[in-house]
């Protein structure tokens, strides 16, 4: 069975501050991954998504994620935080091939920005 | 705004109950999921949906249980509430229901068993 782990709970950085949310997951067969973010009182977005080619991943609002396989882990970065990005962050990964759509997601990060 | 919708937004009720949650997907969308979110499991799928027939299930509670209707809306079904299905249920859609189809969240319905 699939799992995923993100080892952080809650982080925290001034803003302007790089950022990395490390993110390692468990599965047998290339693995779809996914990175949501969930403001408060608010559902899940994506941010992005990687299902194969460039191990590099570009989404919105300034993120990116590299994938290495070798390191089973997928983590996000974004090079200069801003305040508004301080919310709950969700790794995923998907399981099903392209058959279905079910999703496993880690525990989250709880992102603090102070000014 | 996903253009998921999901009523009821907050719902407070007693143990022993049965609830009805509904889910309402963005237009055009045929897949729809359930997850819970809760303080001890976290973020968990529960089951999915597509064009009115299960896809796949999760690990949804044999007390629980959902359909999708003709008009692809959804609804979940809790029974024989306990205090541990606190929680918010949160319902996605998708337009294939495969993976590589961005799956869009509403916004959640927070319930409470007191």
């Known amino acids: 069975a699939q799992s995923v782990t993100q080892p952080d709970i809650h982080i925290t950085v001034s803003e302007g501050a790089s950022l990395e949310l490390r993110c390692n997951y468990s599965y047998g067969a290339t693995p779809y991954l996914f990175w949501y973010v969930q403001s408060p009182g608010q559902g899940l977005q994506l941010l992005l998504k990687?299902?194969?080619?460039?191990?590099l991943v570009q989404g919105i609002k300034g993120f990116e994620a590299e994938f290495k396989r070798s390191q089973s882990s997928f983590n996000l970065r974004k090079p200069s935080v801003h305040w508004s990005d301080a919310a709950e962050y969700f790794c995923?990964?998907?399981?099903?091939?392209?058959?279905?759509?079910?999703?496993?997601f880690g525990q989250g990060t709880i992102l603090t920005v102070h000014p | 705004d996903s253009g998921v919708t999901q009523t009821p937004k907050h719902l407070i009720t007693a143990t022993g109950q049965r609830v009805t949650l509904r889910c309402s997907p963005r237009?055009?969308?045929?897949?729809v999921y359930w997850y819970q979110q809760s303080l001890d499991q976290g973020l968990q799928f529960l089951i999915q949906y597509y064009n009115g027939e299960e896809r796949a299930k999760g690990n949804i509670l044999e007390r629980f249980s959902a359909q999708q209707f003709p008009d692809l809306h959804s609804e979940l079904n809790l029974s024989s509430l306990e205090l541990g299905d606190s929680a918010l249920y949160f319902c996605?859609?998708?337009?294939?229901?495969?993976?590589?189809?961005?799956?869009?969240f509403g916004p959640g319905t927070r319930l409470t068993v007191l």
């Open positions: 996605a859609s998708s337009d294939s229901g495969r993976l590589n189809n961005e799956q869009f």
């Open positions: 237009s055009g969308d045929l897949s």
């Open positions: 995923a990964v998907g399981a099903g091939g392209t058959s279905y759509g079910k999703l496993t």
């Open positions: 990687y299902f194969s080619g460039d191990t």
